[in-house]
């Protein structure tokens, strides 16, 4: 029985520094490889620079000749200037006044206070008003008191 053991383990010695003497494991990267970038194909680098990068002809310059280039365009209308003012109006129901108002005079409404005048409370209008057009909001009947606050820069 000794002797049988005794030839097992050396049958198991020899086999495993067999194996050991064998042929390496293959590394997991290609061994031209080694040390370098993981694409360093100079082919596929090209290729991918030329379809999504800085090569590619979707990022190239767009040039222009004389047949192309945009027709001149005469400047914009001056914008008008507004002010802003606060409008004091007769009655309290001015709802149909404003849409009048914004039609004739481009007031445009920023808000309402309450306003003492005459020892009475009333309603003042806050907003913008074209300046040209300041004397049409005067001469509304609905108006009672006009008041420039700011005139627009």
Do not use: H
């Amino acid at each position: 029985m000794t002797k049988n053991l005794i030839i097992a383990a050396a049958m198991l010695i020899t086999l495993g520094a067999v194996s050991v003497q064998a042929a390496p494991a293959a590394p997991a990267y290609e061994a031209r490889l080694a040390g370098s970038a993981v694409y360093s194909d100079p082919g596929f680098q090209d290729f991918v620079e030329t379809s999504y990068g800085y090569l590619s002809p979707r990022s190239s310059l767009t040039l222009r000749d004389a047949a192309a280039a945009p027709a001149p365009v005469k400047p914009a209308v001056k914008a008008p200037k507004y002010v802003f003012v606060s409008i004091m109006v007769k009655r309290g129901n001015y709802a149909g006044f404003l849409s009048r108002l914004g039609a004739s005079a481009g007031f445009k409404m920023s808000g309402e206070r309450v306003c003492r005048y005459k020892n009475a409370k009333t309603t003042c209008l806050l907003g913008w008003v074209r300046a040209d057009r300041l004397c049409q909001v005067r001469k509304s009947p609905m108006v009672t008191k006009v008041a420039v606050e700011k005139a627009a820069l």
